[in-house]
């Protein structure tokens, strides 16, 4: 019987909150072609003579007002998370966890599910939309680890859950009795933004994505990989499990980088808006994360709310993350159980290789 083991992945943190640590993780965060999508040479000038000098300072600061005492917020709930997975798969799969870019590394997660003598590797990407900057590079680089020995072990990778019940009714049993609590009047979801680039690459049809205020309004064989459409997909399911009026709720995205257009709206655009518009008690929901981090806690509860009150508003309150919930780790071996039996119910789709899914 091969011994199986289930590699959960996650973007990454820096070390410390310092700035040698910061830069040494944006480094290799943006090194990525698949993060900054530019040509060698204009990727290193802009990294090396822009981004990393002037960002490593202000981003070791911003994580200093969120550091824990264990260490990073992505790294103290993926560890919880990675623990309590392990737990309830005891017997079933060997649980280890690797980062993308920083530490505990992938190579180094896949070395501890080898020495356990791991032969089958379930991959979970932990991000609940696709994207060439998460998923798809995250996807990439443990096939590329995985196939550096002379024999390749069997590989299944857990698709992306944007939509899967599971994942959709832990984040509504997190968000309910906030919500309820605050008496919020409008919520709005934030999701992690991408450059328009990257979404026109991932439709087929060259026609669909962006090309209209409709095109995520449904998911169709043109934006079915598309990760703001995703994006939506998801919104629509929390809005509908929370009971959410067309009119209470709406969709934006936060984090961009670089004067090239992302994917719109904007949240520090639309946090201004919403005040204006008479909106006093702001939920703000992040389902692009599975685990509270700096674009969470620093970028929506600190700054945002700082933003949202001045413009305005009386309160603004962050929907916690998934981390280690209980049914978010009810989920997870959901997500887990179900990509075995898929895979086990169709032997010749479990033998072929898999290679990363053509993301956006």
């Not at 623990?83 to 798969?89: D, E, F, Q, S």
């Not at 680890?145 to 899967?164: K, T, Y």
């Not at 939920?283 to 001045?310: H, S, Y």
Request: glycine share 6%; net charge positive; with cysteine.
């Amino acid at each position: 019987m091969a011994r199986k083991g289930l590699l959960l992945v996650n973007l990454g943190t820096p070390d410390a909150p310092e700035t040698g640590p910061v830069r040494r993780y944006l480094r290799e965060f943006l090194s990525d072609p698949r993060v900054l999508d530019i040509h060698p040479v204009g990727r290193w000038l802009l990294l090396h003579l822009i981004i990393l000098p002037f960002r490593s300072p202000k981003s070791a600061h911003a994580y200093r007002t969120i550091w824990m005492e264990q260490g990073s917020p992505l790294l103290v709930h993926s560890k919880a998370l990675t623990a309590a997975v392990a737990g309830r798969l005891s017997g079933e799969y060997e649980v280890e966890l690797g980062m993308r870019y920083g530490n505990p590394s992938l190579p180094d997660a896949v070395a501890r599910l080898r020495a356990k003598g791991v032969t089958e590797f379930t991959v979970l990407p932990l991000y609940p939309q696709e994207a060439a900057s998460s998923s798809a590079s995250s996807l990439a680089r443990t096939y590329e680890v995985l196939s550096q020995p002379w024999d390749v072990p069997n590989v299944r990778a857990v698709p992306a859950f944007h939509s899967h019940p599971a994942f959709l009714d832990a984040f509504t049993e997190v968000a309910r009795p906030v919500i309820s609590g605050m008496r919020a009047d409008h919520v709005l979801f934030s999701f992690h933004g991408v450059p328009e680039r990257h979404v026109r690459k991932s439709d087929p049809s060259g026609r669909h994505c962006l090309a209209s205020q409709g095109c995520c309004d449904v998911l169709t064989d043109a934006n079915r990989h598309c990760y703001r459409a995703q994006c939506f997909a998801t919104a629509r399911g929390l809005a509908s499990r929370l009971g959410l009026a067309p009119e209470g709720w709406s969709v934006s995205f936060q984090s961009r980088l670089g004067r090239t257009p992302w994917v719109k709206p904007y949240t520090d655009v639309v946090l201004p808006e919403l005040a204006a518009r008479g909106v006093k008690r702001l939920a703000v929901m992040c389902p692009a994360f599975v685990a509270d981090c700096l674009e969470t806690v620093e970028e929506v509860a600190i700054r945002g709310r700082e933003q949202f009150l001045a413009s305005g508003g009386e309160e603004l309150n962050l929907v916690p993350s998934l981390n280690a919930h209980p049914a978010w780790v009810d989920a997870v071996v959901r997500l887990v159980r179900e990509s075995e039996a898929a895979a086990t119910s169709s032997p010749a789709a479990a033998a072929a290789p898999q290679a990363p899914s053509r993301v956006g």
